[in-house]
C-alpha cells in the first residue's frame, strides 16, 4: 500500500512555525510521511496568517490554487489552521467548500477525528509526542496561546483567544523529550511569554519556568519570545541574569518611539519607561542583544512622530528591527476608530528609511565581533558550510571538515554583515 504523504504550507511568525512542526510530529504518528512537494502530497495542511491584510491575501489565493488541485485530484485533501481560522466555522466553511477540515493552532483532537472518519488507521495517541523521530537542534516549544493585551492594532487577541499557559509539567515534560530526541536549544513562545502561568492555578511566572529547565539535563540553551515591555520586572531580569542556560538575547517590541503613537496604540508603556527597562536590561545582563518590532503608518503618525521612532532606533541600537508597515484589520479597535490616512508612498518610504538606519547599525555593531571568538551551536549546514547563532543569537557561518551537527563550537569571526557573520 502506497503510504500517504503530506505537506505543510506556513506563514508569518514563529508561533506558526512551531505549529507547523507539531502537526507534522501527529500527522506522522498518523502514519503519513512528509512529501518534498506539494504537488506529490495526498494532504496539504495551511498553516495561516492573518496579522497583516497581505498574509491574508496570501492565504485566500493559495486556498484559490487547491481548489484546482482538488478538482483535478478529488481524493486530496486539505486542511486549514493557524489564525485564519476564526470561532466562525461554518462561515469559512461556506467559503471555502474546497476545505476538508478547519481546526484551530493545537486541536490535535479535531485532527484525530477527522483523520477516523477518513477510516485511516492511527498508529499511537495522537495526545502522546512519543515517536522516535529525531527533531531539530533547536526546538520551539508553545508555553502560552492567545493574548489578552487588545493592542488597537492586532487582530491576535480576536482570532487566537485569551491568554491559555500550559502547565509546567508539561512544558518541562515536552522539553526532556525533545531532548532526548536530540534538541539542544529550546525556544519558548508565546504572543507574550512574560505573562505566562498568571491563569495557572498555582501562578508560577515565566522565572520559575525558566528556572525548572535551566536544570534539564543536556539542553544547552534557552530562548523566550516575544517579551511584551510592560511585563518585563526587574525580578524577572535577575531571574534570566542568575541562570546559565538561558540566553542573553531578549525580543522587546517597541512599536512606536513616541508617547501619542503608544498611546492610541494601547501599547501600556510611555517612551520614558521603555527606555528606562533597556538601561535597567543591559545593566543587569552584560553582552546581551535587543532585538524589536515596529508599525510605521500608524494612523495619524505625523513626520515629527515617525521621527522620534527613528530617533529611538538610532539611540538604543537594537541588534534586530523587525518593521511592518501598518494595516488595519476587520474589528480591531484601531480600524473601528481611526482612518487609515498614511498614505501606501509615505507608509514605504518610511519602513526604507527603518531598515537603512537599521542595517548601518547592525552593520556597526556586528563589525565590534571581528577577531572575537565566539560559542555557536551548530543548527546545520547549507552549501558546504556549518551555520548555528551565537547565544546572544548572531547568525554564523563556518567551514570544517568535522560533523558538527548539535555541538557547541568556538569560533573566531573573520568577517561581518548587518545580518550574518563568517568564521
Ligand atoms: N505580541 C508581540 C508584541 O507584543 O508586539 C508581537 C506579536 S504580533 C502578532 C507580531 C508583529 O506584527 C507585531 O509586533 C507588529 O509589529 C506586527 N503587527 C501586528 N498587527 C499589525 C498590523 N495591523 N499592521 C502591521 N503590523 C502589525
Ligand atoms: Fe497583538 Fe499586542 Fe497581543 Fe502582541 S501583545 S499579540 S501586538 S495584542
Known sequence: MNVPKYYIWTIGCQMNKAESQRVADYLEVLGYKAAPVLQSADLVVLNTCVVRQSAESKVIGTLGYLKGVKYEKPDFSILVTGCFVDSDVKRLEHNFPQVDLFFKPGDYIGLRNWAKEKGIDILEDITSLSSAKNVAVSAFVPIIQGCNNFCSYCIVPYRLGRERSRPIEDVVREVTELVRRGAKEATLLGQNVNSYGHDLPSQPDLGTLLTELNCV???????????????????????????????????????????????????????????????????????????????????????????????????????????????????????????????????????????????????????????????????????????????NNKLVFFESDADCLGQLVDVTITKTSPWALQA
Not at 538575547?249 to 520614558?272: I, S
Request: glycine share 8%; aromatic share 8%.
Open 217 to 391: 539535563e543536556g539542553l544547552a540553551r534557552i530562548r523566550f519570545l516575544t517579551s511584551h515591555p510592560k511585563d518585563v520586572t526587574q525580578k524577572f531580569i535577575r531571574d534570566i541574569a542568575s541562570l546559565t542556560n538561558v540566553c542573553e538575547y531578549m525580543n522587546l517590541p517597541l512599536q512606536a518611539g513616541d508617547n501619542d503613537v503608544l498611546k492610541a496604540m494601547r501599547r501600556g508603556y510611555t517612551v520614558e519607561q521603555y527606555r528606562q527597562l533597556v538601561g535597567n536590561i543591559r545593566n543587569c545582563i552584560s553582552g546581551i542583544a535587543l532585538g524589536t518590532d515596529v508599525i510605521v503608518g500608524f494612523p495619524g503618525e505625523s513626520e515629527e512622530q515617525f521621527e522620534r521612532t527613528l530617533a529611538m532606533l538610532e539611540d538604543i541600537r537594537f541588534d534586530t528591527v523587525h518593521v511592518a508597515a501598518y494595516s488595519p484589520r476587520p474589528n480591531t479597535i484601531a480600524a473601528r476608530k481611526y482612518d487609515d490616512n498614511v498614505s501606501p508612498d509615505t507608509k514605504k518610504e518610511r519602513l526604507n528609511k527603518v531598515e537603512t538606519l537599521q542595517a548601518k547599525v547592525a552593520g556597526d555593531i556586528n563589525s565590534w565581533l571581528k577577531g572575537e571568538k565566539v560559542e555557536v551551536l551548530v543548527e546545520g549546514n547549507k552549501s558546504g558550510k556549518w551555520y548555528g547563532r551565537t547565544r
